[in-house]
């Protein structure tokens, strides 16, 4: 299995729901990623797990909340978001050392805050 | 600061031709990698070409090259043979030690059949 897979493919959630996204990978990588993109922008990074464990914020209000049950499951819970929230959510994985082997992606959750 | 610039937001090539899509990157860290990843229309990011700093040679794979000026920090991307199925955004990106990865802000690159 060479997969990322995220799972919905697409949500639509209201300013007050909770929802979460998941992203699960067999490949055996031991750190996963959660990344915002907004349209024809670059992906932003917003959280990294390695060996399960947080290792990178990058400075994400609260209203967003991963989490990393395993090493093959990563979930990002959604409360309260707002409109601008907006975007493809990307899951990524890597094998150790990102740096130099590159990411396997996901193919993304479109999420759509109204 | 560390950058990743793409000059070309937009580029369009005839089917079968050859395109070559512009990179630059400026960082002060000696050890890096610098990697070309394909976006479709189906919103995957996939890996198309990865080039380790320290290797002179440069990377292919398949009808994918890069042409690593490493003086000049230029990590340009060369598509030959170009198919409908290369139509996407491509994204240059710098990756660091630190796991901290810088992308370019996308080439979106027509396929004209």
């Known amino acids: 299995d060479t997969e990322v897979t995220q799972t919905p493919k697409h949500l639509v959630m209201g300013m007050t729901n909770k929802k979460s996204l998941k992203c699960e990978q067999h490949m055996g990588h031991r750190a996963m990623y959660w990344y915002k993109q907004k349209a024809k922008k670059p992906p932003e990074l917003m959280f990294v797990y390695s060996y399960e464990k947080l290792s990178i914020n990058e400075s994400v209000p609260s209203r967003f909340s991963p989490e990393c049950p395993n090493s093959s499951l990563l979930n990002l819970h959604l409360h309260a978001l707002q409109p601008e929230d907006s975007a493809l959510y990307l899951c990524a994985s890597s094998q150790g050392g990102a740096w130099r082997y590159g990411y396997t992606f996901g193919s993304g959750t479109r999420l759509t805050v109204v | 600061a560390q950058t990743v610039t793409q000059s070309q937001p937009e580029m369009s090539v005839q089917e079968a031709e050859t395109v070559t899509l512009s990179c630059t990157y400026d960082t002060s860290e000696s050890d890096y990698y610098l990697f070309w990843y394909k976006q479709p229309p189906s919103r995957q990011m996939i890996l198309v070409i990865r080039?380790?700093?320290?290797?002179?040679q440069n990377a292919t794979e398949n009808r994918f090259s890069v042409n690593f000026q490493k003086a000049a920090k230029s990590f340009s991307l060369k598509i030959s043979d170009s198919q409908l199925g290369d139509a996407a955004m491509y994204f240059c990106a710098c990756y660091l030690r630190d796991d901290k990865i810088i992308f370019g802000k996308g080439t979106r690159l027509h396929i004209l059949p």
């Open positions: 080039q380790e700093a320290y290797k002179q």
